[in-house]
């Protein structure tokens, strides 16, 4: 045997941080690695990865030890090669190596390997290994079953004993002495003397195989797989993912698993390659935990491996990250992980998060008061899409009032850092109250587009869909119609096709009614819970209907082609309880990160009802992650198209069209202020009582001082709006930094029962053509295109051009 010389010995640079739970030591790889198979952990904490690689001289085992890495590879050392399966250390800690040409044996200082021509093994190619009650060893190869005692082999092969296949990919052994065997087409059980076989029945074909096998609390052992997703097997039947938690087969668009643990508690834990993600199943219900928060995209799909800490709740996760060939060790502590706040269901899955992508800008939209972000610390707001460049980091809704008795209430979500404000689902229309279970049921945004309408339309005619051969969309199916019980029958519009008032799609033909040519839908509430985020503002009892929506029109003409750079989103919000509020103002919060977050600036047009962000000097490098935009800088706007009604003889003009208490006014854009902000020479604050959001909310800073002109904060008179009209019109100039803006619009009265209507634009412009700066000093062009692009969102609203691209005679003039 070759003795083992010298190790190849490299000091790799590590970086760690950690974020929600999720703690990340990274290190560089030898160029070539993409994958890993597993990670083990010797008795001084030392982590050993394992390679399944052909690249020459490539890195086959990791450990790290005292901060520095020993790198271990074929035909360099005595590993015997660098195909490697699986890795494990004994109680002894020896380190044992599964390969494609043996098992090796690694005690600190020599290296043994195990092959059929030395040993009784029963093949080279060994797949992976366990140890017994009495420490023994099991060893799966691709030729059979073996058992070590340390001195003998016992071999068992299809032909002797009988299992299911020679092909044996994992193992586990079931104190006192049950050992199961993983295969292409099921599992076999091993009790010391007789093997039982298992056959999975979904259809199998070349390739599928048992990847790993764990045993849960309630004595149900769980099978991650490929080709036949997780399953579930109480020792008779197996059960697959999808029937047993619906929403964890949702997240996992694919059924290739590769890696499944069960915790010191037995709670079974799956990694799921697509999402980037740990899903952990609690007596059956999932719960969330997202890699994606980390921004360690994108991952390479089979470099993951994972296991728990004895005795603790740590759940250790490996990867490498491409480009640049770094292999991350990412350990999760669940009980620092901050979720949404309901329920088991913590964190975005792809039933409450997901993209309104149908024109050139792709932004993500949630259920629980904000949408365009991940919920941790990046934008999910792409303009152009696909360009990773992003103008927006949060949108979120603020409302404040005050009841019959001046008791103030306040509904508001900003960052998440303390909680939650807002939850999914509608409220009892008789308490306005609601609970976790129906909480739970609502936690789901729908998406539909014109196609999917189309074609269900279609399918219905020819009777498909009667017949069940056209499998319905969930989203159509599922559409949130009608409320039952207490709450409201009337909650998501719908296409009453047969006109009984029921929503049926399967036998009435009925759909749901979007705008735009895809909307996203859901129902939230603030009702539920107690508000976190504005640390215990009292709930209003409001239930919010929101719909976000987008236009797809390619064909347009050029002067109207601003429609496919826009997004539109509609409020309605219900007074579900008994209460009369007055005094009430309502907020949309924007952070406006135009690429880099360091270096932007806003101006509000109160003409015409909108805040337009942009960046505020000549160059954006992007910051933090996030890409720049160079110097091909945008503008975005937010335009409030709509609101409800002024209070009558309230002396303002609501709608900034010069005209005071005219008949049917509405209460449009009243005022914009500062959130939060920071700079050098700028004040610092951030709400931390109720009253601070209802401030702000009415443009007054937290001390009470209203928002004043010419800077950020305190200087000269009182104004209603932050940094009034275009830059270039400006007398003073406006230092750039991190900032964001809320959008006012108030005083208002809401009676019980009452509904209110908000509807607003988001309208991105770049055109290289047309810089933003000349120097220091801004230029008018792009600015007023951006203008035109606004008046033609307003006209495409006013003209009720909703029901697509695709339906429409475009009939709006340019101005």
């Not at 010797?42 to 085992?61: E, F, Q």
């Not at 045993?215 to 579930?232: E, R």
Request: proline share 5%; hydrophobic share 35%.
């Amino acid at each position: 045997m070759k003795k083992l010389l010298l190790p190849v010995f490299f000091l790799f640079f590590s970086v760690f941080y950690s974020q929600n739970g999720f703690y990340v030591n990274s290190h560089c790889l030898w160029q070539g690695i993409t994958s890993t198979t597993n990670t083990a952990i010797d008795l001084n904490g030392g982590y050993w990865t394992a390679y399944n690689t052909s690249i020459p001289g490539a890195v086959d085992v990791l450990n790290l030890s005292n901060g520095n890495w020993n790198t271990l590879t074929s035909p360099f050392s005595s590993i015997p090669s660098n195909k490697n399966h699986f890795v494990q250390t004994d109680a002894a800690g020896n380190l044992w190596l599964c390969s494609k040409n043996g098992l090796a044996k690694y005690d600190g200082a020599n290296w043994t390997t195990f092959t059929t021509t030395n040993s009784g093994i029963a093949g080279n190619n060994v797949s992976c290994l366990t140890f017994d009650q009495t420490g023994n060893l099991w060893v799966a190869t691709y030729s059979g079953l073996s058992f070590f005692d340390g001195s003998n082999w016992t071999n068992y092969t299809k032909a002797s004993s009988g299992f299911l296949s020679d092909s044996i990919s994992a193992l586990y052994f079931e104190w006192p002495g049950t050992i199961w065997l993983g295969m292409p087409k099921g599992i076999s059980k091993f009790n010391g003397s007789v093997f039982s076989n298992f056959l999975i029945p979904s259809p199998s074909s070349a390739g599928n195989k048992v990847n790993g096998i764990a045993k849960d609390a309630n004595g149900d052992y769980w099978l991650s797989t490929k080709g036949y997703g997780i399953q579930k097997f109480d020792g008779s039947n197996f059960t697959d993912l999808a029937t047993i938690a619906p929403k964890v087969t949702n997240l996992a668009a694919t059924n290739f698993f590769n890696t499944l643990s069960s915790s010191a508690t037995n709670e079974i834990c799956l990694y799921n390659l697509n999402e980037s993600g740990v899903i952990k199943l609690v007596n059956g219900e999932p719960e969330f935990y997202y890699l994606k928060n980390l921004n360690l995209s994108p991952l390479h799909k089979t470099s993951v491996s994972n296991l728990f800490y004895p005795g603790t709740a740590k759940l250790i996760t490996t990867a490498v990250l491409s480009p640049g060939n770094t292999l991350a060790y990412i350990t999760l502590i669940t009980a620092n992980y901050r979720g949404l706040g309901l329920g088991p269901h913590q964190g975005a899955n792809p039933d409450n998060y997901k993209y309104l992508e149908i024109n050139n800008i792709k932004a993500s939209v949630s259920n629980r008061g904000d949408a365009h972000w991940d919920y941790s610390a990046f934008s999910d707001f792409e303009a152009p899409k696909g360009s990773g460049k992003k103008p927006v980091f949060i949108s979120s809704l603020w409302m404040g009032g005050k009841d019959s008795v001046n008791q103030l209430h306040v509904s508001a979500q900003t960052y998440r850092q303390n909680g939650s404000d807002f939850w999914p689902g509608p409220l009892d229309t008789i308490s306005a109250t609601t609970d976790s279970v129906t909480s739970n049921k609502y936690d789901k945004v729908w998406k539909i587009n014109t196609d999917m309408i189309f074609y269900f339309q279609q399918a219905f005619a020819t009777g498909n869909v009667q017949n069940g051969t056209y499998s319905v969309p969930e989203d159509i199916l599922t559409w949130p119609a009608h409320g039952s019980g207490n709450f409201s029958r009337k909650l998501a519009p719908f296409v009453d096709v047969n006109a009984n008032g029921i929503y049926d799609p399967l036998t009435g033909g009925d759909y749901p009614k979007i705008k735009g040519d895809e909307s996203v839908y859901t129902i939230y509430n603030d009702k539920l819970a107690y508000h976190g985020e504005s640390h215990g503002g009292i709930p209003f009892g409001v239930e919010v209907h929101y719909e976000e929506y987008a236009f797809n029109c390619p064909a347009i003409t050029d002067s109207l082609s601003s429609v496919n750079n826009t997004i539109y989103r509609d409020f309605t919000i219900i007074n579900r309880s008994t209460n009369t509020y007055d005094s009430v103002y309502f907020g949309f919060m924007e952070d406006t990160d135009m690429g880099g977050y360091k270096d932007d600036q806003i101006s509000t047009i109160p003409q015409n009802n909108y805040v337009v962000a942009y960046n505020g000097d000549s160059l954006d490098l992007g910051e933090a992650g996030e890409a720049g935009y160079q110097s091909n800088l945008p503008i975005m706007s937010f335009v409030m198209l709509d609101g409800p009604l002024a209070n009558p003889g309230d002396g303002i003009d609501n709608d900034n069209d010069g005209f005071i208490d005219e008949a049917g006014e509405k209460c449009l854009l009243t005022n914009t202020g500062p959130m939060s902000a920071y700079s050098a020479t700028a004040c610092t604050f951030n709400p931390t009582a109720p009253n601070d959001y209802y401030l702000l909310l009415r443009s007054f800073l937290p001390d009470s001082t209203h928002l004043q002109d010419t800077t950020f904060c305190y200087q000269k008179n009182p104004v209603n709006f932050m940094n009034e009209d275009f830059p270039f019109n400006w007398q003073w100039p406006k230092e750039a930094r991190d900032i964001n803006v809320l959008l006012g619009s108030g005083p208002l009265h809401i009676g019980a029962g009452d509904t209110l209507h908000y509807a607003l634009a988001y309208v991105f412009t770049q055109d290289s053509t047309l810089p933003l700066m000349n120097g220091t000093n801004y230029l008018p062009d792009l600015f007023l295109a951006n203008q035109k692009d606004v008046q033609h969102a307003q006209q495409w609203y006013n003209t009720g051009n909703f029901p697509g691209c695709a339906n429409l005679s475009i009939g709006i003039k340019e101005n």
